[in-house]
Structure formats: structure tokens, C-alpha cells
């Protein structure tokens, strides 16, 4: 015989109203930041008869009829009503469950603002003009005389109080709810500017049950071309307790991760989670995990917030949350025009914040993870290209004004790196500019035909001696140098040099000592190497015996060249760095730095 199956449960027409009217309720944007900590239950409860429901301001839980039925409209009003009293402030024992009068003003309040929001359908028979005038005053009116009848059912509790008062959640602490209310108040003004710029189809859309990080991440979708694409590219991940054991206070981006990382906890409004998503998505795009170089991360991490908030602002993007990084006098300047300003007082700038917190960068070095370097390079070549197609889209939508910097940033992206050895010519022909060919009798040129008895001036280059056209090379000769690397830098030097008319080089080779070679033929300098492999590098002898020496031009360039394992150098004149590409130099170069591979 063959078993029955397990009857199913009868519908619940009741329930199903309750649950119909509360997700109405939180579906509505004013009410999005206060539903996050409040809950429904039903069950047989002290709610007078005559009641609806009511709520416990210390933990949020809304204690429904269990036995009432009325239309998911009407359920979403009473919500609304609850969720007002808690936004208005009505939480207070001594403001409306204590004290007949004060409660009853704090629902004619509500009542008044719920005629004005039109929201849902009021089960209640209300007056059609409710007393008007602040509750303080309504309230003292009522105590020294009588409180209308009519006035006495404008609540959703029946004879009881529309808010009690519970035990607080330890592990929680106490709920603000009147901030949560201004939050949700931002989100419908915001929805209502949507709903009339077409973005959005009613205040109701089915896209406000979404968190405020995602309707944010939205918008930039639907309405901001510049950073639609770099915000698909991203994956924003909110988890509570990753954000906790990565210390994410806010919010922080993993660009070779692809992941922007949102603390769901942080309670910010729809418009300034868009800029807190601008602001990590333009980390990632321009590429500021990779352009820190040997500089301190922190810092340079500070820059490049104030270079980026300062954007948003000037922009326009979403509303800047309050104790972001954000001064008027770094404006048009670059991130690293700005640390280089920032560095010089680097003690108090380290005691400012970023997105998250003091002391700890919002660009995660790989989140703690393993990430394979191909992968990471394809990834920063998809953020860079998606940054330029948006700004193209932006630009050809006239979607308004950019920042000059920002454009000059990102057309900079859009154009592949220079290589090292083009950036080192350059650095030679600043140094050493071309000598110019002069006309001279001294020495005639061939007479013309035409006129054989006119002498003609001869094209000449002069001559100039090794103590004016030179520069000196500080050279680590340590073990840890790769000295194929180094054959390769050396005869790019070398053929600079001579290209630029530099006859000979001021040569000083270092390890744990330094070694004065004199003045080579620029074509000697590879040939004379030898990787000594005496230990620890010092490099600031080898500099002081170069700038010290009588035979050595004052005004002459020294070009360091070294892995980076070496002492912290004090330079008093023009110079550069050439190191092998990934090494970081353990100070902050004033001098430019090429990194040769």
C-alpha cells in the first residue's frame, strides 16, 4: 500500500496580507535604512483587540495581530506608521508611552505626515483635519485641558501605545533611528529626482529592494558612461565578516582582484555610496596600486584620496560623507604633485584616515590572496581601457565638464609606457643638449665656383674638454646586482653618451667600499664591470667622493646605478636612478628613476 504524502499547509490569507504589506513598506526608499533592524512576528500577544501592531524601539521587532485580516495596502500604512514613530524620535519612556497626551501627538504627527506622503491606504478612521502645531505644544494644550475624542483611535496599537520599550541588544548597542530616517529621507529625494529624470519608473521600482551600494552601482551603469564600464568590470563584495578581519570600517578595492569590498554595516545613503564607489573604482582604473613605486604606500595612498575626492566634488558625483580627505588647495594637481607636498609634513598627514581607516590603505595589495601576474596584468589593462570608452562615451554624450587633470590622467593611460631606455635618453638630452655646429674662417669651407676668389665659413663643432661635458656614474658592484642586467644598462649608457658628444665618464664602482675608476672612454665603461660580491652595498661614499673631487664639473649629473639593497642617499646635485624593474629604493627619490628590464 503505498504511503500518503505529507499534506501540505493551508494558506494562510492572514500571513500572506502581513508579508504582502511589510516588503510594500520596505520597498518604499524613505524606509529602505530603517527596515534593515526591524522584524515581524505574529504570535498571541498583550496587543489590545482593537490594535494593529506595534514596535519595540530597542531591538526593532514589530509584534503584528495574529488574527486580523485586512489588504497588503493597509498593512504597509500601519508599517509606515511604526517605522515613522521610530524615525521621529518617539522612542524616548518618558515621551509617548508614559505620558497619554505626548503619545497622542506623536500620532497625530505621523498621521499628518502620512496624509502628505500618500502612501499606502489608512485602515484608520482619522479626522479629516487633524490639529495642526509641533507635538510639544499639542501635548502641554492637552494637558491642561482635555484631548478631542476623535483624536484617541489615531494610532495602530488600539488603546495601547504604538511604541514600547524592550530590553537593547548587547551585541548590537543602541539603534539610531533618527539617523537612519535622514538616510532614507536623502534616498526618496534621490529616487524622486530619478523617477523625474526617467531613470527610474516610480518611487516603488522593483530596483529599491536592492542595498544602496548596489542601486548605486546602478546608477553608474544606467546614467554615468564615464564609470559605467570600470563599475562592471568590478565585482562588489559585501560580506560582514570579511569586512571585519580585512578591517573595512567602509569600504576598499583589491585591483588585481577585481573586487571592490563594501562593509554592510556602514550605514551611508544611496547618493554617498556613488561616491564611495567613484572613489575606490578610480584607485583601480588609474592604476595607483602600481604607481606608489619606492614612494610610502600610506601616503601616497592619502594623495591620491585627495586628488580623487577632489574630482567627485568638482564633479558632482553622489554627496561626500562626512570625514573623507577632501582640501581645496591640492585642486588641478596630481597625485604625485600632491604627496610630494604632503611628504614634507608626513607626521600629521599620517594621523588622517582613508575609506579604511587611519593608518590602513583602501588599495589592498591582492587582498591577502594569491593571484597569478598574467591575470592581474589583463585585468589592469581591461580597468584602464574601460576608464578611456567611458570617458569617450562621456565626452561624446556631453554629459558635462571633467576635470582637466582627471582627462589628462586618463588619456595618459590610454598611451603604452615609454620604455626605459627612451625615458633615459630623454634624461640625457636635458642633461647634455646637442652641440650646435657654429660657422667659422678659421677653418674655410670649399670656395664656390661661381665665385672663387669669396671665401666661405666653415661648419665647425667644438671641442669640449671631459671636465665640462661629463657626468658621473655611481655603480653597485654588490652580488646582488644581475650583471646581465647590468651589461644591457650599461651599454644603453654608453651609447647615450655617446650620441651626446660625452667623451668620457667619471666612474665609481661600489660595495661594501667604494673604488674611484677615474674617468672612463664612455665605450669602457661594460667592458671595465666586475660584480665584486663583497657583501652590503654603500653608496654614499661613492657619492661624496664624486661630488668632493676638484677634477669633477660642480654642475655635473651623477647617475646611480643600483638594485636597491643599498643605504639611504643624501644627493646635492642633478641625478637619477636606473634599477632593475620591481626593485624599490628604501627613500624616496627627489631624482627621476629608471627602472631597466
Known sequence: ?????????????????????????????????????????????????????????????????????????????????????????????????????ASIASDVAVDRFQQTMKFGRSPLILPVNLPSGREESL???????????????????GSANCVTRGTVNSWRGEIDWERRFALGLTNAVAAAVDVAGGARSSLLDPSAKLKPWDRARK????????????????????????????????????????????????????????????????????????????????????????????????????????????????????????????ATDARRYRKLATLRGRDKPDILANGGRVTSTGAGVDLDELLRRSLGTGLDLHLSQGRGTLPAALVSEIRALAQPP?????ELARWFEEMFPALEPTQTYSRPSRRQSATPDIPRPGWFTPEVPVDVRTFGVVLDTSLSMNATLLGKALGAIASYARMHDVPAVRVVYCDAVAYDAGYLDVDDIAGRVQVRGRGGTILQPGVDLIERAEDFPPDGPILVITDGQCDVLRIRRSHAFLTPAGATLPFRAKGPVFRFE
Open 1 to 101: 500500500m503505498a504511503g500518503r504524502g505529507r499534506a501540505k499547509a493551508p494558506k494562510n490569507p492572514a500571513a500572506e496580507a502581513v508579508a504582502a504589506g511589510w516588503a510594500l513598506a520596505c520597498s518604499h526608499p524613505m524606509f529602505a535604512y530603517i527596515a534593515d533592524s526591524m522584524g515581524i512576528y505574529r504570535r498571541p500577544s498583550n496587543l489590545p483587540s482593537d490594535g494593529w501592531a506595534r514596535v519595540d524601539s530597542a531591538n526593532g521587532s514589530v509584534e503584528v495581530h495574529p488574527t486580523r485580516l485586512a489588504d497588503p495596502n493597509e498593512w504597509a500604512w500601519v508599517f509606515a506608521h511604526l517605522m515613522l514613530h521610530l524615525g521621529f524620535g518617539h522612542t524616548h519612556p518618558l515621551k509617548s508611552w508614559v505620558d497619554v497626551p
Open 139 to 157: 501635548a502641554e494644550l492637552w494637558r491642561s485641558g482635555t484631548i478631542p475624542p476623535e483624536l484617541f483611535g489615531c494610532g495602530v496599537a
Open 418 to 422: 615609454l620604455r626605459w631606455d627612451v
Open 219 to 342: 546608477w553608474f551603469l544606467s546614467a554615468y558612461p564615464l564609470l559605467g564600464a570600470t563599475m562592471a568590470t568590478l565585482t562588489i563584495v559585501a560580506d560582514a565578516d570579511l569586512a571585519r578581519g580585512w578591517d573595512i570600517p567602509i569600504a576598499a578595492v583589491d585591483p588585481t582582484a577585481g573586487e571592490l569590498y563594501v562593509n554592510p554595516l556602514a550605514q551611508y545613503s544611496e547618493r554617498e555610496w556613488r561616491f564611495i564607489l567613484a572613489h575606490e573604482a578610480l584607485h583601480a582604473a588609474l592604476a595607483h596600486h602600481a604607481r606608489a613605486g619606492g614612494r610610502d604606500a600610506y601616503l601616497f595612498n592619502l594623495a591620491t584620496d585627495f586628488v580623487i575626492n577632489g574630482w567627485l566634488v568638482e564633479m558632482g558625483i553622489g554627496e561626500m560623507p562626512d570625514g573623507l580627505l577632501f582640501d581645496p588647495q591640492f585642486k588641478g594637481q596630481s597625485s604625485e604633485e600632491v604627496y610630494d607636498r604632503i
